[in-house]
């Protein structure tokens, strides 16, 4: 199921629940087309911008700026002590106006919570489907760009509503090929491919080579959504000088769960140096009690004694993330 087309949410006042579910990308053409922001777009990119400094101007925002040397990709500097791009900040309609002017510096308006920073956008602008999910509802705003391959926890529906982006995509079981950089200094919380995913270099990254048989590409125009599932790896190029995107993040997942990176730094800490056999030893009780799980894992013991095996709810989380930071205090 990669592409459904002729999708438009106003008419079809839902998503199929088959597309919210879905382990793979599913391309969703058409689906916010009827979007004011997609027909503001539609009409030039000065109405456009006039549509978004009608909810605030004035409003204060950070944002990345790489000089024109980095060629648009937003990435680390040479020898990896920070990056190639600098942080500022600017009104919103600043930015716009540098937009609108052309300039030759890489902007970028990274993931900017709408409901809290452009009061009013949300309303006309909205996936009404997702409603019960209670989802966080970013702008991304820019001029042609690129960021690197990487993943996100949540399941994601970027809807385009100005010019053009094109989705490069990896199932999570590619991670060994994709060269992940550093798990410590990200440039925006989740690590990154080291590979240019626009112009991969398979000498320096020769296993990238197999990661390509696993790649799906999507061009999208305004009005398209992308469907990418939890943990997809995806890199992102915005092919327009003015180009904006609105996305959904929401987890499947009650919301006292810890994000699981959090227990990956944990085990680099505890497990990874161990001798083999050790780690072999660990690998078999995380079998046993958290990739393999089910019903029958605890059954030998009595409900009112599993403790941290009984099923988790709001209130043993707290419990336990409370153990977990007294046992860390050393």
């Not at 995913?197 to 125009?221: G, I, N, S, T, V």
């Not at 305004?222 to 190029?237: K, M, N, T, Y």
């Not at 680099?268 to 660990?282: F, H, I, M, V, Y």
């Not at 941290?308 to 050393?330: E, G, H, I, T």
């Amino acid at each position: 199921m990669p592409e459904l087309s002729d999708m438009n949410a106003a008419a079809l006042g839902a998503i199929p629940a088959d597309v919210l579910q879905s382990s793979r990308p599913v391309l969703l053409r058409g689906l916010v087309r009827h979007w004011p922001l997609v027909q503001q777009a539609q009409r030039s990119d000065a109405a456009f911008c006039d549509y978004l400094r009608g909810f605030g101007a004035d409003t204060r925002l950070s944002l990345w700026r790489g000089a024109p040397g980095i060629g648009g990709r937003f990435f680390y500097n040479a020898d990896f002590s920070g990056f190639n791009f600098r942080h500022e900040t600017h009104t919103f309609g600043a930015l716009l106006d540098e937009l609108l002017a052309g300039t030759p510096d890489a902007l970028y308006l990274g993931s900017t919570d709408i409901d809290r920073c452009f009061p009013g956008m949300r309303q006309p602008n909205d996936l009404a489907a997702l409603a019960g999910f209670d989802p966080m509802v970013s702008l991304w705003l820019g001029n042609c760009m690129q960021v690197a391959a990487h993943f996100d926890l949540p399941d994601n529906i970027a809807c385009v509503v100005a010019g053009r982006r094109r989705f490069t995509l990896f199932p999570p079981d590619q991670v060994a090929n994709l060269y992940v950089g550093p798990l410590d200094l990200t440039p925006a919380g989740q690590p990154i491919s080291l590979v240019d995913h626009a112009r991969p270099d398979l000498e320096r990254f020769p296993r990238y080579a197999e990661a390509l048989k696993h790649r799906q590409c999507f061009e999208l125009l305004p009005g398209d959504a992308l469907f990418i599932p939890s943990q997809w790896w995806h890199g992102v190029e915005s092919l327009e000088p003015i180009s904006a995107l609105v996305n959904f993040w929401w987890r499947q997942s009650p919301a006292f769960m810890d994000t699981p990176l959090n227990t990956l730094m944990m085990a680099l800490l505890s497990l990874r140096d161990l001798p083999p056999a050790q780690r072999d030893a660990w690998r078999a009780l995380f079998d046993h009690y958290v990739f393999d799980a089910d019903e029958q894992t605890a059954a030998h013991i009595p409900p009112a004694a599993r403790g941290v095996l009984a099923p988790m709810n709001d209130s043993s989380a707290r419990q336990l993330r409370a153990m977990l930071l007294n046992r860390l205090k050393r």
